[in-house]
């Protein structure tokens, strides 16, 4: 079955790191990604893993993946005040369909 | 940067009413993909369109339901005749390669 896990909310204080957690269920997905959602805004893809990988990081994100216990993170270094938005975690489910997890609402706090 | 697009960004309607969701993919585009988040729930996917013609679907996407790709630039998404539950966040979504999927800012539905 498919089915992604978040934790529903993250506060944070401005300058520290976020870390935002993923468990997902589909053994087979090939790629695992971090969207970022602003207010009224929609979706915007922050960084993807393929599956043979375990680690990736562009800039201040890295994403983290433990297959073996379906676990997918995403740290955010130096977490400022735009960090503030829901972040969704996805996996792909075979060629063309995404499954969401039901999204992190993270809050920066001065 | 190229981007994808949606109108209108909200849509109302009554009941048994068809709507046209409309959007416009990144041009080089060749994957294209609808997705719908109902207030407070998770995003689902709903259809997957590449080579003019639907990929996959999910059960939601049912008979009053169709997609379409009119010209070389649009993909709509047309309810045929709306019920309550439609109403949610549609989103458009496109990629060139099957793996990164780039989302439009979405179109809020509220079926009266």
């Known amino acids: 079955g498919e089915d992604v896990e978040q934790s529903l909310f993250l506060s944070v204080r401005e300058g520290d790191s976020s870390v935002i957690n993923c468990t997902y269920t589909?053994?087979?997905?090939?790629?695992l990604y971090w969207y970022k959602q602003e207010p009224g805004a929609g979706l915007q893809l922050l960084t993807y893993i393929f599956s043979n990988m375990d680690m990736k990081q562009d800039q201040r994100l890295t994403v983290l993946l433990n297959k073996k216990d379906k676990h997918l993170s995403l740290r955010i270094a130096d977490t400022q005040t735009g960090d503030s938005a829901i972040y969704f975690c996805?996996?792909?489910?075979?060629?063309?369909?995404?499954?969401f997890g039901a999204g992190t609402t993270v809050t920066v706090r001065a | 940067e190229p981007e994808v697009t949606q109108t209108p960004s909200h849509q109302v309607t009554q009941m048994g009413q068809e709507v046209i969701l409309r959007c416009v993919p990144i041009?080089?585009?060749?994957?294209f993909y609808w997705y719908r988040q109902i207030l407070g729930q998770k995003v689902e996917f709903l259809v997957s369109f590449y080579n003019n013609e639907i990929s996959e679907k999910s059960e939601i996407f049912d008979d009053q339901f169709s997609v379409e790709r009119p010209d070389g630039s649009n993909f709509t998404l047309k309810i045929r005749s709306t019920k309550l539950e439609d109403s949610a966040m549609y989103f458009c979504?496109?990629?060139?390669?099957?793996?990164?999927?780039?989302f439009g800012p979405g179109t809020r539905l509220l079926v009266l």
């Open positions: 041009s080089n585009h060749l994957y």
């Open positions: 979504a496109s990629s060139g390669q099957a793996e990164t999927q780039y």
């Open positions: 589909d053994s087979s997905s090939t790629y």
């Open positions: 996805a996996e792909s489910i075979g060629d063309y369909k995404l499954s």
